[in-house]
Each structure stands twice: as C-alpha cells, then as structure tokens.
C-alpha cells in the first residue's frame, strides 16, 4: 500500500541513506542491462558471462538479494523494537514473501493470453488462447526467487543465534557444493563432470524433473536461472546479508561498522574466488563460490556507499539512486510490463514493415546517428530515465509501494 518510506532507520536517531542509494543503484543498473535497444549490439560488461565467470552484470541480482536481507534483519528489529509479537512477524514475513512471489508470477504470465499460433488449432477462441497461456507459463523468475530468498532467510534467521545461523549458511553452501559435484547423475556420472554443460548437470534435470519443460526459462528449454535447487544458495545470499545487518544495527560507532564491512566483503570476495578454482563461480548456476564472491563484494560496495554517503556527507549524486531505491517494486513490475508491451506485444507500421513498438522507437530515433553499441545504450538509458521521472513523480507526492 502506499505509504511513507524514508531511509533506513538502523540507531535511534540513525538514519542510513546509503542504503536506498545502494538498492536503487542495482534496480537503475537492472533497467539499463534488462531493455538494450538490440540485443545484437551490446557493450559486453552488460551481458551476462555466457556460463562460468562473471562480468559486472552478473553481480546485480546478487547485490539486491543482499541488500533485501541486509534491510530485512533492520525492518524486523525495529518492529521487534515497537513491540510487535512474533505472531505478527511471522504473518509479514509470510505475506511480504508471499506477495513478491505473486507479482513476478504476474509477470511472467501477462499479457494472461499467447498472442501467437495454438499448436493444433487452426483458429483459437479467446479461451484456448488462455489456457495455452497458463500451459506454458513460467513459474519461478527473478521476483519469485527474491520473495523465496527473503522469506526463508527471514524466517531461518528470525530466532536462531548467530552460531546456528552460521551453521545454517554452511548446510546451504557445502550441501549445494556436495550435491552439484558429487551425486550421481544417470547417464552421465558424477555431477562433478557436468558442472561444464548447460543441460546435464544436477540443478537442470530437476528444474525439468519439477517445473517441466513447458513452465522454466524460455531463453534455454533445458534449465532455468531460478529453479528450485540454485535457488538454496540464493537463500543464503540473503542470510548473509542479514549478517551484514546484524553488523550494521549493532550500535558501534559508524566508521567502525564501514570498517568490519569492508574487511569482511574483502575476505568474502577472496574466499568465493578461491572456492571458485574447484566450484566455479556461475551465475546461472548459483554456485557456492559465486554466493560468497558476490556478497563480498556486496558488503564492500555498501561499505563505500556509507563512508561516502553518511560517513562523509557527500550526497549531491544521491537523489536519483534514492528515489529507484525507495520505490523498487514499482520500478521492477512496471519497467517489465512497459518492456513485454513494448518489444513483443505492441506493433507499428513503420516505411511498410510491421515491427514492434521498441524497434520502430529504436530505429527512428537512435540507430540512425549513432554506432550501434552506443545507439543500443543509449536506448537503455532512455528507458531507465523514462522510469526515474515516473518514480519522482511517486517520490514528490510521498507515494510509495510497500507489500
């Protein structure tokens, strides 16, 4: 519902900006590598690494899952702190999760109708066109991984100690390890030796095994970036950061948390790196290394943001960040719709060529006077500026959505 929503309280009489600032840097950057003007020319730091490795583009889902538990440890302890039973706790949790999962459900499945051919009839009513939809919908994405990631995170973390905690990440992170390399796989033997394909390893027969080849990612047909096995380590992304949380809400003198952050993020990121040498860091895949790799560097960057921002009071860059970070949802669901509407459901008649609306926009206006690399950036950015304007409209009259 709409409501008030300013920076993250973490002390009495604190207030943290940097951390709106951070999440509103990883929603900003999703926007700018989600809508390219083609996909045929794009600067390759906005790719994602085509199976192991990593490129700057791979570190923004992770970055916003840890900054999700980062803020959720805050959110619950000032409600603990207000005097909330943990009843009602428990009932947020479950419904903010339960919410999030649905609005990516309703992403993935709009427009709610295949637009396209019916295999199998020739003219489709309305109906089958609905159905086939639902048929063929996919389940789990990028919203539905975050409203997983955060409810378990916060539910496993919700009253267990900072030991059981960390027993918890090790179970998450050494078991995902032992069960990709070690176990088994029919035809193929030990999952060790199908770390390298795209199709035979562990996580990609039971993303087809549970989901079915008809409901995963559309972009493979064999696995799903978000099934359900890669998504455990992704849960502990979140538990992390809610470490990271623990730190931050823990009283001491500012400049000594930015300190603990900083040297954590940096063993961290070593750590995931070295791990990476047996388990490779993949994103697709979301290997143990690249968990840890990525929250490290999750944890350094949050560290500069809060020496730069709160520390040392240099906030005159901040405002366009703030306002993506304190508006996520909005940003996310309605920059996806306004993406599907645009690429593939909306069409134009352009020099006698039926094309979608995003090609003829990109054609007419940037393609012509530009290399096509630049041209397709700065599309992207056209876009994502679109979308900062509609949130500072949200921002200027106080609206911000909450689930």
Known sequence: MPSRAPAHAVAAGERLLALDVFRGATIAAMLVVNNPGTWGAVYPPLLHAEWHGWTPTDLIFPFFLFIVGVTTHLSLAARRA??????????????????????????????????????????????????????????????????????????????????????ILAVLLFGYWFAMTLLPIPGHGLGA??????????AAHLDRWILGLDHIWAGSRTFDPEGPLSTLPAVATAMLGVLAGRWLGSGKPLGERIEGLFAAGFVATALGAAWGWSFPINKNLWTSSY??????????????????????????????????????????????????????????????????????????????????????????????????????VLYRRRIFLRV
């Open 193 to 202: 030796l199908q770390l390298d394909s795209h199709s035979d390893n562990l």
């Open 291 to 392: 968990t840890l790799f990525t929250a490290g560097a999750a944890a350094a960057a949050i560290a500069a943001c809060l020496w730069i921002i709160d520390r040392m009071q240099v906030r005159w860059w901040t405002r366009p960040l703030e306002v993506f970070g304190v508006n996520p949802l909005v940003a996310f669901v309605g920059s996806g719709l306004m993406a599907r509407l645009i690429y593939s459901l909306v069409f134009v008649t352009l020099h006698g060529e039926r094309m979608s609306l995003e090609a003829a926009v990109y054609g007419t206006l940037f393609a012509p006077w530009l290399e096509p690399r630049d041209a397709s950036l700065l599309f992207a950015l056209a876009f994502t500026g679109f979308w900062l304007v509609v949130l500072w």
């Open 82 to 167: 207000r005097g909330d039973a943990d009843g009602q706790l428990v009932r947020q949790i479950l419904r903010r999760g339960g919410l999030i999962f649905l609005w990516g459900f309703v992403l993935s499945a709009f427009p709610f109708f295949t637009t396209g051919a019916v295999p199998g009839l020739a003219d489709p009513s309305f109906l089958d066109r609905i159905a086939y939809r639902f048929e063929h919908v996919r389940y789990l994405g990028v919203l539905q991984r975050i409203g997983i990631a955060y409810a378990a995170a916060a539910l496993l973390t919700f009253r267990t100690t900072l030991k059981q905690q960390v027993a």
